[in-house]
Nanobody
Framework: HVQLVESGGGLVQPGGSLRLSCAAS????????MGWFHQIPDKEREVVAV????????YYSDSVKGRFTTSLDNADNILYLQMNGLEPEDTAMYYC????????????????WGQGTQVTVS
């Protein structure tokens, strides 16, 4: 039932910051495993962060640990990805996803996605 819409991408210089938003409707996302994934052309979609339901914590890929942070606005039903210290290697299309039940780091385990938002670091 949940629908997701990403926004907030854009062009930033190396070392800059960006905050991506994932606006959800149809269901409250606080009860879901929420994921941020990115994809580079001709490459597989890769995990960036997975936020566990119930405020348990967040998994981050090694490449973004210490630079990216997720947060959840329960009132407005929005998942954020705060990206600091951006690097050219972060350039990709970023997608938000949600899953009930168990959490995974593989994109193949998620079936509901937003349309994506482009992040370009140059």
């Amino acid at each position: 039932h949940v629908q997701l819409v990403e926004s907030g991408g854009g062009l930033v210089q190396p070392g800059g910051s960006l905050r991506l938003s994932c606006a959800a409707s149809g269901d409250t996302i606080g009860r879901y495993c929420m994921g941020w994934f990115h994809q580079i052309p001709d490459k597989e979609r890769e995990v960036v962060a997975v936020r566990y339901p119930g405020g348990v914590g967040t998994y981050y890929s090694d490449s973004v640990k210490g630079r990216f942070t997720t947060s959840l606005d329960n009132a407005d039903n929005i998942l954020y990805l705060q990206m600091n210290g951006l690097e050219p290697e972060d350039t990709a299309m970023y997608y938000c996803t949600a899953r009930g039940g168990a959490c995974y780091t593989s994109p193949n385990e998620y079936k509901v996605w937003g349309q994506g938002t482009q992040v370009t670091v140059s």
